[in-house]
């Protein structure tokens, strides 16, 4: 089979890795890919929201599944357009993609579904969200409604904080249309919890848990990033938590999606809180995680392609695949000065064996890997224990180099204690 694989990150890197593995799988290209993709597939300089350019090179090619990795081109419909043409997708369609491409949309589902989450309000008019901020409690959380390329969530310690967060995104329009209207939640305690689940809008099955460190630095300091780190399994997520989430949330969200007529197929990510008073949904994601990919993928024990079929078939239920009773470490090496300004094109170096380093931000020039991003390597390694997973991932980080690079040195020291 020729497979095509949508986005050019590090999440995307993992999931072609381990599709290649699969053996019915052939051929892979990557649109548009990135430096270390091209290594593991034929990288096709068009790019995620391109869509048309997208259909026209898969109908061209003779592509005969197509991987949707990113949330724009779910949420602009990527999957209808390709299914339009006979193309089978890995992903939902424009209808369900909604579960993430608006926050107001997926909270008020979970409110007329009673899936636990937090307290909220929907705001399209300014001056009645900042009305509503007088009587909030501090902290509080400020959404953009849409896609903002994970910086659209706003943790206020302050009212002034609030106020300015509000008047950032309605006022001054800093996440485009997305802003033009904005939840307001009830601000949550608690370990956080990442689970992908695979879906076929009849069975969901979840994969194994992860727990994301979003914070720039050391001690969740700094600024929000889209990832610095992740481990998995998650020592928070018990199998009581589990069978909770299953029974609460994960099952009567797949069944509201399809009463909501907006069937899910594909994987459906939960971001969840275990908080004094139970779990509750912070966010959902209609794709997977990135850096949670990173460390979920390499337990699968399974083919990928089969089980991406079966949501696409709804025949999820008649495939067998399990996760590695182990544990995994990804530790994220950034550029000096992400996530807000930092300079590209210093060369990578990388150690002999580069099976578990996922590319998330490089180019190929001159047939050199030079840094593309903020977000440049995942060093992913796995132990039988999280405490030598950690160690391991720590020791191949050593062996990457390129100038002003930075990483977290604490990953995983949360789920240890």
Do not use: W
Request: include cysteine; charge should be negative.
């Amino acid at each position: 089979m020729k497979l095509a694989v949508i986005g050019g990150g590090g999440r995307e890197h993992a999931i072609i890795k381990k599709l290649k593995e699969c053996k019915r799988v052939e051929y892979i290209y990557a649109l548009p890919g990135n430096g270390g993709i091209s290594e593991d597939a034929t990288c096709v300089d068009i790019g995620a929201k391109e869509l048309d350019e997208i259909v026209e090179f898969a109908v061209e090619k003779k592509i005969d599944y197509v991987v949707v990795a990113p949330d724009d081109p779910l949420v602009l419909g990527l999957v209808d357009m390709l299914e339009g043409k006979g193309i089978p997708c890995f992903g939902p369609d424009k209808a369900a993609a909604i579960i993430e491409g608006s926050k107001a949309f997926s909270k008020d589902l979970m409110k007329k579904y009673n899936i636990p989450t937090a307290e909220y309000e929907v705001f399209n008019d300014m001056d009645k969200a900042l009305e509503y901020l007088e009587s909030c409690k501090i902290p509080v959380v400020i959404k953009a409604d849409g896609l903002a390329l994970g910086k659209g969530v706003i943790i206020a310690e302050t009212k002034e904080e609030a106020i300015n967060a509000v008047k950032m995104m309605m006022a001054e329009k800093k996440f485009g249309n997305s802003g033009n209207t904005v939840v307001i939640e009830e601000f949550l305690i608690g370990p956080e919890v990442s689970v992908l689940s695979f879906t076929d809008g009849n069975v969901v099955i979840p994969m194994v848990s992860s727990m994301d460190h979003k914070r720039a630095l050391d001690g969740d300091k700094g600024l929000n990033t889209g990832g610095m780190g992740t481990i998995a399994p998650n020592p928070f997520y018990t199998k009581k938590i589990a069978d909770y989430c299953m029974d609460k949330i994960f099952v009567p969200t797949m069944e509201a999606m399809k009463a909501e007529g907006r069937t899910f197929k594909g994987c459906l990510y939960f971001g969840l809180m275990i908080t004094d008073n139970g779990v509750k949904v912070i966010e959902y994601n209609a794709r997977f995680g990135d850096p949670e990919t990173q460390v979920v993928l390499p337990l699968l024990k399974g083919d990928l392609l089969d089980i991406m079929e079966a949501t696409t078939n709804g025949t999820l239920k008649d495939v067998d695949f399990t996760f590695e009773d182990k544990h995994a470490c990804c530790v994220v090496v950034a550029s000096g000065g992400y996530p807000v300004e930092y300079k590209k094109g210093y060369e990578v170096s990388f150690p002999d064996d580069k099976s578990r380093i996922f590319v998330a931000g490089t180019k190929l020039i001159n047939g050199k890997q030079v840094t593309s991003g903020g977000r440049v390597l995942g060093v992913t390694e796995i132990g039988n224990t999280l405490k030598e997973a950690i160690e391991k991932s720590y020791e191949t980080v050593k062996k990457v180099n390129f100038t002003d690079s930075f990483y977290r040195k604490d990953i995983g020291r949360r789920g240890m204690k």
